[in-house]
């Protein structure tokens, strides 16, 4: 009896996280988060809890700096390089960092902090900025693909102030050191996808230094403004996407008789995966690589789907090879190199050539219908 045709199929964009941060893999199928106070005496004791409070609030704060040097109440951001060349790392790392000086011509140091319990504090306030959010702390969009950026306003030295990007309070210091205002903004760009693009990159920013000082409780703000930000990326070791060109790939099993299978005689069906990689033409070809994932019974045979419902064919699977007849891996810890076949403007072509034919899985075999489904993940980069 002939089994009825079958096919390989869908596309779907996954992330999976490994031991160097979180890789972004492109997967397609093959087929398609009212007290009272009664007595004077507790009224005096009230009032000295009073004065004690206040006292350990005025040590703790910051003195006012020297007036010789004041920090304007707007600071502007200096300009950033014209070329940013980003190197290759993993996704989750910085591709390029640099420090961007701030446009000042002094830069106080508030000083006196006395010890005892820190009552001010100073920090940044939450930037506002033309960028959107990445979805990674603290890092923002470029709107260049798998580019982020991370900024962190610093001083020219203590600079354990800032280690923590805005928005951040934090107490003032209590051990009689100087803490100063930002004389520079520490600029990262991170790599936030497997593909990474280039272009130029052009945004506003705006943060706000605060202390509260013994002069001024309530604090003091000093705008950190950046306008108009620019800079162009550059990268000649990223492809920008890899994708397969068609939407579906499928592959027709066509029919096969029960007696052919059991000889093991059945029809080979040829299948191939062309990959198209974009964004650079290097001269050396990075290896893109698949690996490949089903309800496999044994190494290289597909279940097929939905087995033991009615309809489904039973003591049938579809065995998958490379050209030559070697069983394809269906694990993530085994992976396929895909071969490099030409060469276009901005693209490289890849593909990964097989075959498949239905193979005996038990001694019984009975007619019905016989799909399998095959995933491939793509690695590159």
């Not at 920090?71 to 940013?84: K, N």
């Not at 800032?162 to 903004?185: C, D, M, S």
């Amino acid at each position: 009896m002939p089994l009825l045709p079958a096919s390989f199929n869908a596309t779907s964009l996954r992330a999976t996280r490994h031991p160097g941060g979180t890789r972004f893999e492109t997967a397609s199928r093959l087929s398609r988060l009212a007290t009272s106070f009664p007595g004077r005496s507790t009224l005096c004791a009230s009032l000295l809890l009073i004065g004690s409070a206040w006292t350990n609030a005025a040590h703790a704060l910051c003195g006012t700096p020297d007036p010789n040097y004041p920090y304007p109440t707007t600071v502007q951001v200096g300009s950033f390089p014209a070329v940013t060349t980003l190197k290759h790392v993993p996704v989750g790392q910085i591709m390029a960092h640099y420090d961007v000086d701030l446009v000042v011509s002094s830069v106080p140091g508030w000083a006196n902090c006395a010890s005892g319990s820190p009552n001010g504090q100073y920090g940044l306030t939450n930037p506002v900025t033309t960028l959107s959010p990445s979805g990674i702390d603290h890092v923002y969009a470029t709107g260049i693909p798998g580019v982020g950026i991370r900024i962190r306003p610093a001083s020219a030295s203590n600079a354990y102030f800032y280690i923590t990007p805005p928005p951040f309070a934090a107490p003032t210091p209590t051990t009689n050191v100087t803490l100063y205002a930002p004389r520079r903004l520490i600029v990262e760009f991170v790599r936030t996808a497997m593909g990474v693009g280039q272009g130029e990159l052009t945004f506003d920013y705006e943060t706000r230094f605060f202390i509260e000082t013994r002069t001024a409780p309530t604090g003091s703000f000093h705008k950190i403004v950046g306008t108009a930000l620019r800079t162009t990326l550059q990268q000649s070791t990223y492809f920008s996407s890899c994708h397969t060109p068609a939407a579906d790939t499928r592959v027709d099993m066509g029919q096969a008789m029960i007696a052919e299978i059991k000889l093991g005689q059945a029809k080979e069906q040829a299948f191939s995966l062309d990959v198209h990689c974009e964004g650079m033409n290097p001269t050396v070809k990075p290896a893109v690589e698949v690996y490949l994932e089903g309800n496999a019974g044994r190494d290289g045979v597909l279940m097929l789907d939905g087995a033991g419902a009615d309809q489904v064919a039973k003591g049938v699977g579809i065995a998958v090879t490379d050209e030559a007849g070697v069983a394809l891996p269906l694990t993530k810890q085994s992976t396929v190199p895909l071969e490099w076949q030409s060469s276009r403007p901005n693209v490289e072509r890849y593909r990964l050539s097989g075959k498949a034919r239905y193979v005996a899985t038990d001694d019984e075999i009975t007619a019905g219908k016989a799909d399998a489904t095959l995933t491939y993940v793509l690695q590159y980069n």
